[in-house]
């Protein structure tokens, strides 16, 4: 059966740290993988995007790798702050043309401890 | 960025009341809108995608005529839960995207309806 697995539940960290979230699935072969930050109550925030022949992308104090032989991406979020604590939530995009709705995790709720 | 709103943000009715929630592309057509339910601790589900101009697609297991979906311009999709009851309570979100068929953009989330039925 297809599934999508994000590590953990939660997850807490001290500030300053890096944080790292995993996102692993099975029996998809996803054309893009996005990472999205949701708020209590709130929709969920695009924050970034990597494609299939891609290995690593990297915005400010974010990264994200993609290892499609794994079927796994990695989230880093360096020198965390308390500001970062949300739910981080991995989306698969199949991309099969023009608008395609995502699948997603159930997300891991991180807490940056001061 | 693109900007997607949803109205209301938060309604409570009582079982077997009808409720109709907006969801619009302030700044950018898009042909294309998603609407995902998300139950406590639980991931984004798609429930359907709704297509301007044409009926919307529905997921296994979402009953069509229970969430009426409406795209009646490219900036304005409407989902309807009627006659909705206590297990229907949930986060409802949207989503839409400003690219053209065969282009990779990124889609936009609303901020969410939560829907309490009592």
């Known amino acids: 059966s297809q599934k999508i697995e994000q590590n953990s539940e939660a997850l807490n960290i001290q500030e300053g740290k890096t944080a790292t979230l995993t996102c692993n699935y099975t029996?998809?072969?996803?054309?893009?993988l996005q990472w999205y930050r949701q708020d209590p109550g709130r929709g969920p925030v695009f924050l970034l995007l990597i494609r299939e022949n891609e290995k690593e992308k990297r915005k400010e104090r974010l990264k994200v790798t993609f290892d499609t032989t794994l079927k796994q991406s990695l989230f880093h979020i360096t020198a965390s702050q308390p500001a970062d604590s949300a739910t981080y939530l991995c989306a698969l995009d199949m991309g099969l043309g023009g608008n395609t709705p995502l699948v997603f995790g159930k997300g891991t709720r991180l807490s940056v401890i001061a | 960025g693109a900007v997607v709103s949803q109205h209301p943000s938060r309604v409570i009715c009582k079982s077997g009341t009808s409720v109709k929630i907006e969801c619009r592309s302030l700044?950018?057509?898009?042909?294309?809108m998603f609407w995902y339910r998300q139950f406590p601790k639980q991931s984004l589900m798609l429930m359907a995608t709704s297509n301007e101009g044409s009926k919307a697609t529905y997921e296994q297991g979402v009953e069509k005529d229970k969430f009426l979906i409406n795209h009646a311009s490219l900036t304005l999709s409407t989902l309807t839960v009627t006659s909705a009851h206590p297990e229907d309570s949930s986060f409802y979100i949207c989503?839409?995207?400003?690219?053209?068929?065969?282009?990779?953009?990124?889609?936009?989330f609303g901020p969410g309806t939560r829907l309490l039925v009592l």
């Open positions: 029996n998809y072969s996803p054309a893009y």
């Open positions: 700044d950018f057509q898009a042909t294309t």
């Open positions: 989503s839409a995207s400003p690219g053209t068929s065969g282009s990779k953009e990124t889609q936009y």
